[in-house]
C-alpha cells in the first residue's frame, strides 16, 4: 500500500513538470511498476490496475512517436502483462491467448532469454486455462528449463511474482489434471519452498493459494486448509483484498468436500462477492461447481442448478474450457441428489464429462467421471459394463496411488469384481 502512495505521488509531481525525455523515461517505469502493487491489494483486474496497466503501453507509444525508444527492452513487456494479467483475472480466454501469443512473438523476435521465458509461461498459462492443457504444460516445460532462480529473482517486481514459483505452480495444476499426481505434488512443494526462501510476500500469497489446489485435488484438504489460513492472515496483514477473497473461496471448496456444507455456502458466497469486486472472474465455473455441491447436499436444488447452470453459461461465454469435464460430473451428481434421481440425466452429463476430459487428454477429471458413471450403472446392475468402463481408466496410471480418487477407483473396481 506504501509503494502504490509513494508511485502515485511521484507520477502526480511528473505530470506537473515540462516535459523532456528523461522525465519520460521515469514516468514510463514509474507507469509500469505501479502496476505489480495494484494486482496484488486491488486485484488484477480492478479498474484502478486495469487504468494504470493500460496508460504503460500508451505512454511507450508516445515516447517512440518522439523517438524516445526505451532503454530497457523489459518495459514494454512488463506493460503488456498488466494487459494480459486484466485479461485473465476477468477471464477472456481469446484475449489471454492472443496476447500470449503477441508477447511470445515479440520475445522469440528478440530471443533474449528473459522475454521467451515469460512468453512461454503466460502461454502455458493461457493454453491450460482454455482447455489445452497438454500444449500448456509443454510452455511450462520450456520456461522451466529457461529459468535460473538467481538470475532472474528480481524479476518479482517486474512481472507480479517471482516467475520460477508462478511456473511451478502453474505445472502442478497442469500435471495434477494430466493424470500426474505424483509430479503435481512435487511442483506444488518445491514452488511453495521457493515461495518461502525468497520472501517476497506477494509471491507467498500467491504460492500459498496456487499450490493448496494441487492438495485439494490429491484429497489432503488438511494440508490446503493450513496454506489457505495462511494467505488469508497475510492478507489481512498487507491489506491485499485479491488474495483474501481467493483463500476464502479456495477454503470454502474445502468445506464443500469435508461434509461442512452451510459453512462451505457461507465462505463461497462471501468470497464470490469479494472476488468479483476485484473485477476477478477467472475460476468462477470451479467456484460456482463447489456451491452447487454445499447446496445440493443441504436439498437447495434450485439453488444448486442455479449455480451450476451459471457455472455452463461462464464457460461457454469466457472459453475458461479447463474444467469443463467436471462441471458436467457435478451436473450429473445433482441429477442423482433430486428426490426423483434422474438418471437419464445424470448419465448424459457423464457422458459428456468423459467426452470432453478425453479430448482434452485430461486424465484426472476423465477417472472422475468415470467413476460417477460406474457407480451409476452399478446401481442401476450394470456390474460389468461399470467394470470395463473404469479398469481401463485406472488402468492407465501410473502415480498417485495413495491419492483419494484412486483409492475409490481401486476400491469401487473391487467391488464390481466381487
Not at 269 to 287: E, N, V
Amino acid at each position: 500500500m506504501e509503494a502504490i502512495e509513494q508511485l502515485t505521488r511521484a507520477l502526480t509531481l511528473i505530470a506537473l513538470l515540462p516535459g523532456n525525455p528523461a522525465l519520460r523515461r521515469d514516468q514510463i517505469k514509474l507507469q509500469v511498476a505501479l502496476i505489480n502493487p495494484l494486482i496484488h491489494i486491488k486485484g488484477f483486474a480492478a479498474p484502478e490496475t486495469k487504468a494504470v496497466a493500460e496508460r504503460g503501453p500508451l505512454l511507450i507509444e508516445q515516447a517512440e512517436a518522439l523517438g524516445e525508444r526505451p532503454e530497457d527492452p523489459l518495459l514494454l513487456f512488463s506493460a503488456l502483462y498488466g494487459i494480459w494479467i486484466e485479461s485473465y483475472a476477468a477471464f477472456d480466454g481469446d484475449m489471454v491467448c492472443n496476447l500470449a501469443a503477441q508477447l511470445l512473438g515479440l520475445a522469440e523476435k528478440q530471443g533474449a532469454t528473459v522475454p521467451l521465458m515469460i512468453g512461454h509461461r503466460l502461454m502455458g498459462i493461457s493454453l491450460l486455462c482454455t482447455g489445452d492443457i497438454a500444449r500448456g504444460r509443454a510452455h511450462f516445460d520450456r520456461a522451466i528449463a529457461l529459468h535460473d532462480p538467481v538470475e532472474h529473482r528480481p524479476l518479482a517486481t517486474r512481472f507480479g511474482v517471482d516467475i520460477g514459483v508462478s511456473i511451478s505452480s502453474y505445472r502442478s495444476m497442469a500435471l495434477w489434471v494430466l493424470g500426474y499426481s505424483g509430479a503435481a505434488l512435487a511442483d506444488a512443494e518445491h514452488a511453495l519452498r521457493d515461495a518461502r526462501e525468497i520472501n517476497h510476500i506477494a509471491t507467498l500469497m500467491y504460492a500459498l493459494h496456487n499450490t493448496s489446489l494441487a492438495h485439494i485435488w490429491c484429497g489432503n484438504c488438511g494440508a490446503a486448509n493450513a496454506q489457505l489460513d495462511e494467505v488469508v492472515s497475510l492478507a489481512d496483514k498487507k491489506g491485499a483484498l485479491y488474495w483474501k477473497a481467493n483463500g476464502i473461496l479456495v477454503r470454502g471448496w474445502v468445506f464443500a468436500l469435508t461434509g461442512k456444507a452451510a459453512n462451505a455456502i457461507q465462505m463461497l458466497t462471501s468470497g464470490i462477492i469479494a472476488y468479483r469486486s476485484t473485477g476477478s472472474t477467472s475460476w468462477m465455473p470451479l467456484h460456482l461447481s463447489y456451491l452447487a455441491k454445499a447446496n445440493a447436499e443441504l436439498g437447495q436444488l434450485n439453488d444448486a442448478w442455479r449455480c451450476i447452470n451459471e457455472a455452463m453459461t461462464t464457460m461457454e461465454t469466457t472459453k475458461e474450457r479447463w474444467c469443463e469435464a467436471e462441471i458436467n460430473r457435478a451436473a450429473g451428481e445433482i441429477a442423482l441428489t433430486s428426490p426423483e434421481r434422474d438418471e437419464a440425466k445424470a448419465k448424459a452429463y457423464f457422458e459428456r464429462a468423459l467426452a470432453v476430459a478425453r479430448e482434452q487428454q485430461a486424465k484426472s477429471w476423465e477417472l472422475r467421471a468415470a467413476i460417477s458413471m460406474a457407480r451409476l450403472w452399478r446401481d442401476q446392475g450394470k456390474r460389468q459394463q461399470a467394470h470395463d468402463l473404469l479398469a481401463p481408466v485406472y488402468g492407465w496410471f501410473t502415480e498417485g496411488f495413495d491419492t483419494l480418487d484412486l483409492m475409490e477407483a481401486k476400491a469401487l473396481l473391487e467391488q464390481l469384481k466381487a
